[in-house]
């Protein structure tokens, strides 16, 4: 079968929220070939084809073509060295640690290594974004329940802003609401 170069394109950019026939709503994450990749609720990531007509989109971000040219470009530079493309952490960061010094003189203090401190952190952040697509998602949540339960998330975040002089791109950055919100 011939490849049809128009269906060789994304449709979507990376951060768009998508919806599936099959998978419901989801989070465009990146491309793989000639393949979408969704981040769908409950944390299952799945490649749709770019030519799919299934899945439609909810909220677009960005564009696609510029997308998977910046894609392109971090996997090669990441294959040569060049980039570190796993890592939102802050190159100033790079190879620091947290001391923990107690209180008490007869207990030791502890050095944690900033890039595993930065993992848990990224962990917690990825969790409650999976806990908020889930909240949106659930049938039996009336409009009211999500709107409550978004706001403990949203102080979550508020919460780990401290955090953000750690990230190297105020994209990454924890966002809290806002005292006029």
Known sequence: MESNPENSVPKFGVGSIVRHVSFGAGRVVGYENDCHVVLFKGGEVKKVAYDFEGMT??????????????????????????????????????????????????????????????????????????????????????????????GYITRSYGSLTSFNVLFASKESYFKGQGKGE
């Open 57 to 150: 989109a909810e909220e677009t971000v960005g564009d696609p073509e510029t997308d998977r040219i910046k894609q392109a470009v971090r996997e090669v530079l990441g294959d040569y060295g060049w980039i570190d493309t796993n890592i939102e952490l802050g190159k100033r960061w790079i190879g620091g640690t947290i001391k923990l010094i107690p209180g008490q003189a007869d207990t030791q203090p502890k050095d944690i290594p900033l890039e595993a401190f930065f993992k848990k952190i990224i962990g917690v952040r990825e969790k409650l974004r999976v806990l908020e697509q889930k909240i949106n998602n659930h049938p039996a949540l009336t409009d009211e329940d999500k709107l409550e339960l978004e």
